[in-house]
C-alpha cells in the first residue's frame, strides 16, 4: 500500500516540542524540601499531520501516546512546546475558542462502551454533536452521518442505547460522532485494540475509506506495529515519552533502526520466523522506566544491547538515515563519529552478537509498592 | 502522617465552624435575655457575670462586631461558658462537667457495642447470602425506623413498674452519693441497662446492613476468589480477608454517623431522665436557658470531633495505604 | 430517557403501598377524621373502643383524629426538607465533584463541616431560637442543616463519573461545560439522588417528631410527635395509658419502614449483586447439598468416589 502512497497533502495539525509533565502530590515534608517531582509523560514531541494521510504513533503502555493524543485535542493544556493548526499556533482552553478547535480536530477513544454515555441514545449523541457545531440534526442528517459510517438502515440504530449496540457498532458510532463535526483532522487513540480481532479490519477500512473520501488527516495511535504497516502512510515510534524513531510505514516496520523499534518488530508474532524462540542471547531485560526519574541520557539505554557511555550522558538528536527518504531514528548509534565507532545499520546488527548483557537495571520503586499493596490486601 | 495531619487541620477547622456558628446564633434572639435575667433575679448579678454574658450574647453595642468576635473567643479560651440561668449562680462548665460523664458514658459504650454487633452480624449476613439471615433485613429497618425515644418510652411501659429490677427513670437511686463504691457503679449500672439496651436495639440495624452490603461487594472481588482457591478455610477468609477490608468504610462512616447517634441519645437521656447533656439542653429548651444551650452545643461538638480523630487513627491503623508515603 | 421496567420486588411494592396510605390520609386525614382532634369530649383516658379507635386522651380528645390530622404535618415537613436538602447536596455536591482545585476542596469541607457537626443539638438550638417558626421554617432548618450526607455521596460519583471517556468524549466533543454537567453526568446520579432523597425525608421525619416531642414550640397544631409530647407530659406511662403513645410510633415506624424498602429497591437496582438471589443452598445431582458462595461456580462432578480412589491427577 505504502509503496504507493500519495504525495502528502498540506500541513492541518502539527505539534513541535510538544511537551507533558504532570505534576506529582508531594507527601510530608518532601512538600517543603524537595523540589516538586512530575511525571515526565511526553518530552520534545514533534509530528505533523497531512490531509489525506495516516500518520501512525507507536508505543506500549505509558510511551505517552495517549497523553499525545490528548494533548493535541488539547484536553488539558500542555507544559511546554508549540501547537500549530493551519500553520497557526493555538492553545484553548474552553468555551467558544475551545468549541472552534474542537470543529477541525476531533477525537475518537480506545473503549467504545466507556465513550457513550450509557443512559442516552445513539440519536441523543449524534444529535448533540452536529447541533454543538450548528448543523442541522433533522432525521435526513442523522441519517446521512449514520451511512457514513456504514450503519444503515439507520432506524436499526437510533433508538438504540450503547449496551444493545456490540463493540464494532459502538466504535462506528463514536467515529460518527466525530464526523459529525466535519473536522480537518481525526485523532484516533487505540481505536481498534478493544474490539474483536475479527472486527478490526472492518474499522479500519472504514476509517481508511473516510480518509480518502473527506481527506482526512488521521492520527492512528496504537501498540501493534504490524496494524500500523498495514494502515498508515507514515509511522512513529515512540518510547517513554520520546520519539525515537519515524518514516513511512514500510521503511520502519521492514527496516526498524531503533533498537526499541526492532525490538517492537520482533515481538510481533511472525510464522516466517520459527527460529527465533531461544535461539539469540538477546533477551529483553526489561519494562519501561518509571517517567518520575526516567534514565538520563537516551531513556532505552537501560535496556539497550548496544548502549554505549555516551547513550547514559545525553539525549539523542533526531539522526537521518539514509536508507529511504524521511527515515530517521533518535540513536547515537547512527551519529557520525571520528573514531572508530560504526555508523550505519548493517555494523551495528553484528555488533549485537558481541555485545555483553546489559545491566540489570533495578526495577523502579513503583512497582516494588504495588506489589507490597497487593500482598498487604490479599 | 500526612493523612493524619490533614485530618487534624479539618476537625480545628470544623471547631472553628462550630464556635463561630455559636456566636452567630445568640444574636438572632429577639430582645435581650440578660436584662430579663437581671430583672428576674431582682438586680442581684455581680458585674463580672454580666460582663461575661454580655461578651457572650454581643449585648454590648459599643464594639464592632470583629472585637466582639475576638472577645467572645478569647472568654472561650478560659473555659468560661457562661452562666446558666437555670442553675443560677452555677456556671455553665459545672453544669455540664457533673452530666457529661454520663453521657459520655452511655454513648461510648451503646456505639461501640451496637457497632461491633452490628458489623459481626452484617458479616455473617453479607457471607451467607440467600439463607434466612436476608429475610432479616425489612426487620432491621423497622427496627431502626422506630425513634430511640419512643422505643425508651415502650420499653419503660413494658419493663418497669414499681418493684421491677430496673428502674424507670434516672441515673441512679435518689438519695445514694456518687462516687466510685462498689454499691453506688453496681446501681448506676442498673439504671443505665434500659437506655443503652434501647439505643443499642435501635442502632445496630443501621451498621448491620452497611457492613451486609460491603461484604457483598467484597466477596465478589477476585482476591477473595484467590483465597479461597489457596485452601483456606471459609471462616478464615471470611474474617481475615473480606471483613477486613469491607470494614474499611464502615469505620471511616464511624465518625460521621456519630453525629446522628448524640442526637437519638439525647432523646433517650429525656425520655428516662437520665442526668447526662442531652437532658440538660432538652431541659433548657423549655426554659431558655441560653448559655447553657450553647455551652451543651460546644461540648458536644468537641467530643464529636475528638471521636471522629479516635476512629480516623484506628482506620490508619487498618488501611495501609494511608501509611504510604510518596 | 427510557426506563426499563421491571416486576419490582416484594419489597419495593409493599414499601410503596404503605408509602401511598400515608400520602392520602395526608391529603384528605382532616376529612377523614371522626372528630376534631382538639375538640374535649366526655370520655377522659379511655382505652380504644368503638367509639374511639385509638382511645382518648386525658381531656377526652381522639386520639386516632390527631393522628389522622397530624399526619399532614408529618408529611409535608418530612418532604419539603428532604427535597430542599436534597436540592442543595445536588448543588453543592455535583459542583464540588466536578470543580477541582480549590473551589472543590473548599465546598468539599463545607460539606464535611456539616456532617461532623452533631444535627439534633444544632437544629434545636436554631429553631429554638429562630421565633414563630411553623411548619414551613421548620421544614427549612432542617433542609439546611440535612443536605451533607447526600452532598458527600454525590460528590465521590460525580468524582469518579468526571474520569469516565464519555465525559471527555463530551468535552472533545465541544460540549460546553453546564451542559456536561447537567446532561452527562446527572442522569447517571439519578438512583443516588433518589436514594439520599429517601434517606433524607426519614431524617426530616424523625426530627420533626422529635422537635414536637421535646416541646419545641410552633410546629403545627398536630402532629404525631405533638402527640407524644403530651402523652409524656401526662406521664401517660405511669397511668398505664399505652393506648396514647402506641400508636404514634407504630406510625413512624411504619412509615420509616416503607421508605427504607423503598430504598433497597432502588440500591437493588444500582447494584444487582445486592439483589436477594434465590436459594443458596441447592442440590447436586447425586442428592448431596451444596452451597454456593459468592463469585464461583463450584464445579460439581458426578462421580465423587470413584475419582477418589484413582490415582490420577491431571487429566479433567
Not at chain 1, 445513539?122 to 450548528?134: D, E, F, P, Q
Not at chain 2, 502522617?1 to 479539618?10: E, N, S, T
Not at chain 3, 422537635?211 to 397511668?239: C, K, P
Request: proline residues 5%; contains cysteine; glycine residues 10%.
Amino acid at each position: 500500500m505504502s509503496d504507493t502512497a500519495p504525495p502528502p497533502g498540506a500541513v492541518v495539525l502539527e505539534a513541535e516540542g510538544l511537551t507533558k509533565h504532570f505534576p506529582v502530590r508531594a507527601r510530608g515534608r518532601a512538600a517543603l524540601t524537595r523540589t516538586p517531582r512530575v511525571v515526565h509523560a511526553v518530552d520534545d514531541v514533534t509530528l505533523a499531520l497531512h490531509r489525506g494521510r495516516v500518520t501512525a504513533l507507536v508505543g506500549e503502555s505509558g510511551s505517552g501516546k495517549s497523553t499525545v493524543a490528548r494533548l493535541l485535542a488539547q484536553l488539558y493544556p500542555r507544559t511546554d512546546g508549540d501547537i500549530r493548526l493551519a500553520g497557526q499556533s493555538t492553545a484553548v482552553k474552553g468555551g467558544r475558542a475551545f468549541k472552534a478547535y474542537a470543529k477541525r480536530v476531533q477525537m475518537i477513544f480506545q473503549d467504545p462502551f466507556a465513550s457513550l454515555n450509557p443512559v442516552h441514545t445513539v440519536r441523543y449523541h449524534l444529535t448533540r454533536a452536529l447541533k454543538i457545531h450548528g448543523k442541522k440534526a433533522d432525521e435526513q442528517g442523522l441519517r446521512e452521518l449514520l451511512g457514513r459510517v456504514q450503519l444503515t438502515p439507520a432506524e436499526l440504530y437510533l433508538d438504540k442505547y450503547p449496551h444493545e449496540l456490540s463493540g464494532g457498532q459502538r466504535q462506528r458510532v463514536s467515529i460518527a460522532r466525530a464526523l459529525a463535526a466535519d473536522p480537518e483532522a481525526l485523532l484516533a487513540d487505540e481505536p481498534v485494540s478493544m474490539l474483536d480481532v475479527s472486527i478490526r479490519l472492518g474499522v479500519l477500512n472504514l476509517l481508511r475509506d473516510l480518509k480518502e473520501r473527506l481527506d482526512l488527516a488521521i492520527l492512528y495511535i496504537t501498540h501493534d506495529i504490524a496494524s500500523a504497516r498495514y494502515f498508515a502512510d507514515e509511522t512513529l515510534v515512540m518510547y517513554a515519552g520520546r520519539m525515537v524513531e519515524g518514516g513511512d510505514s514500510e521503511t520502519v516496520t521492514q527496516n526498524p533502526a531503533h533498537p526499541y523499534t526492532r525490538l517492537l518488530v520482533d515481538s510481533a508474532p511472525n510464522p516466517e520466523r520459527l527460529s527465533a524462540v531461544g535461539d539469540e542471547d538477546e533477551d529483553d531485560l526489561g519494562e519501561p522506566p518509571s517517567l518520575i526519574e526516567p534514565p538520563s541520557g537516551c531513556r532505552f539505554h537501560p535496556r539497550c544491547p548496544h548502549a554505549m557511555a555516551i547513550c547514559e550522558a545525553q539525549v539523542p538528536v533526531r539522526i537521518e538515515l539514509t536508507d529511504a527518504p524521511g527515515h530517521w531514528a533518535a540513536c547515537w548509534l547512527f551519529a557520525e563519529k571520528t573514531d572508530d565507532e560504526k555508523t550505519d545499520v548493517e555494523t551495528a546488527d553484528a555488533d549485537a552478537a558481541q555485545a555483553e548483557t546489559p545491566d540489570a537495571e533495578t526495577p523502579d520503586t513503583e512497582t516494588t509498592d504495588a506489589e507490597k499493596e497487593q500482598e498487604v490486601v490479599s | 502522617m500526612k493523612y493524619f495531619a490533614r485530618r487534624l487541620g479539618f476537625y480545628i477547622f470544623t471547631l472553628w465552624a462550630a464556635v463561630t456558628i455559636n456566636f452567630f446564633i445568640p444574636r438572632l434572639i429577639p430582645g435581650n435575655p440578660v436584662d430579663a435575667l437581671i430583672a428576674q433575679r431582682k438586680g442581684q448579678i455581680d458585674d463580672k457575670a454580666v460582663e461575661s454574658l454580655n461578651v457572650l450574647f454581643g449585648l454590648d453595642k459599643h464594639q464592632s462586631l470583629l472585637s466582639q468576635y475576638f472577645h467572645y473567643l478569647g472568654q472561650l479560651a478560659h473555659g468560661d461558658l457562661g452562666i446558666s440561668f437555670n442553675n443560677f449562680p452555677e456556671p455553665v462548665t459545672t453544669v455540664l462537667g457533673s452530666a457529661l460523664p454520663w453521657t459520655l458514658g452511655l454513648i461510648g459504650v451503646t456505639t461501640i457495642l451496637s457497632f461491633l454487633i452490628g458489623t459481626a452480624l452484617g458479616v455473617v449476613a453479607g457471607w451467607r447470602r440467600g439463607t434466612w439471615l436476608d429475610g432479616l433485613l425489612p426487620a432491621t429497618s423497622f427496627l431502626s425506623s422506630i425513634p430511640y425515644f419512643w422505643l425508651g418510652l415502650i420499653s419503660v411501659a413494658w419493663f418497669t413498674g414499681p418493684d421491677s429490677f430496673l428502674p424507670s427513670s434516672g441515673g441512679y437511686d435518689p438519695g445514694l452519693i456518687p462516687g466510685p463504691q462498689l454499691g453506688f457503679i453496681g446501681n448506676a449500672l442498673r439504671h443505665s441497662l434500659l437506655p443503652a439496651a434501647t439505643i443499642i436495639v435501635s442502632s445496630v440495624g443501621g451498621w448491620l446492613l452497611a457492613m451486609r452490603n460491603m461484604m457483598v461487594t467484597v466477596t465478589a472481588e477476585d482476591y477473595i476468589t484467590v483465597a479461597h482457591a489457596k485452601g483456606l478455610s471459609g471462616g478464615r477468609v471470611m474474617t481475615r480477608y473480606a471483613a477486613r477490608n469491607a470494614l474499611l468504610p464502615s469505620v471511616s462512616g464511624f465518625g460521621m454517623a456519630l453525629g446522628l447517634v448524640v442526637g437519638g441519645t439525647f432523646l433517650v437521656e429525656y425520655v428516662f431522665s437520665y442526668p447526662g447533656v442531652g437532658l440538660q439542653l432538652l431541659n433548657a429548651i423549655s426554659s431558655h436557658d441560653y448559655p447553657l444551650i450553647q455551652g451543651v452545643f460546644l461540648v458536644v461538638t468537641v467530643a464529636v470531633l475528638v471521636a471522629n480523630l479516635l476512629a480516623d487513627l484506628a482506620y490508619m491503623a487498618l488501611d495501609p495505604r494511608t501509611r504510604k508515603e510518596g | 430517557m427510557r426506563f426499563r421496567l421491571r416486576m419490582p420486588s416484594l419489597k419495593v411494592t409493599v414499601g410503596l403501598a404503605l408509602l401511598a396510605v400515608f400520602t392520602f390520609v395526608a391529603v384528605f386525614g382532616s376529612a377523614l377524621a371522626p372528630y376534631d382532634p382538639s375538640k374535649r369530649g366526655k370520655d377522659l383516658l379511655q382505652g380504644p373502643s368503638g367509639k374511639h379507635w385509638f382511645g382518648t386522651t386525658h381531656l377526652g380528645q381522639d386520639i386516632f383524629s390527631q393522628i389522622l390530622v397530624g399526619t399532614r404535618s408529618v408529611m409535608f415537613v418530612g418532604f419539603a426538607a428532604g427535597i430542599l436538602a436534597t436540592v442543595i447536596a445536588v448543588l453543592v455536591g455535583v459542583t464540588a465533584g466536578y470543580l477541582t482545585g480549590f473551589a472543590g476542596e473548599s465546598l468539599s469541607t463545607v460539606s464535611n463541616v456539616f456532617i461532623v457537626i452533631p444535627a439534633l443539638p444544632l437544629i434545636v438550638i436554631v429553631t429554638n431560637v429562630v421565633p414563630n417558626s411553623g411548619d414551613v421554617a421548620i421544614a427549612a432548618v432542617i433542609g439546611c442543616t440535612g443536605w451533607a450526607w447526600g452532598a458527600r455521596l454525590l460528590r465521590a460519583q460525580t468524582l469518579s463519573l468526571r474520569q469516565r471517556d464519555f465525559v471527555q468524549a463530551a468535552r472533545a466533543n465541544g460540549e460546553s461545560t453546564w451542559r456536561i454537567v447537567a446532561f452527562e453526568i446527572l442522569p447517571n446520579l439519578t438512583a443516588i439522588i433518589a436514594s439520599s432523597f429517601i434517606g433524607t425525608v426519614m431524617f426530616a421525619v424523625l426530627t420533626e417528631i422529635a422537635l414536637a416531642f421535646v416541646g419545641v414550640s410552633g410546629i403545627s397544631e398536630w402532629n404525631w410527635g405533638e402527640v407524644l409530647f403530651w402523652a409524656q407530659g401526662q406521664q401517660a406511662l405511669s397511668l398505664g395509658a399505652w393506648w396514647w403513645f402506641v400508636p404514634a410510633g407504630l406510625c413512624i415506624a411504619l412509615l420509616g419502614t416503607a421508605l427504607s424498602l423503598i430504598n433497597f429497591g432502588i440500591d437493588e437496582i444500582v447494584n444487582p449483586r445486592l439483589r436477594s438471589s434465590g436459594r443458596a443452598v441447592v442440590k447436586a445431582a447425586d442428592g448431596r447439598k451444596v452451597r454456593m458462595q459468592i463469585g464461583f461456580t463450584p464445579v460439581l462432578s458426578q462421580n465423587q468416589n470413584e475419582n477418589q480412589n484413582s490415582n490420577d491427577g491431571g487429566g479433567r
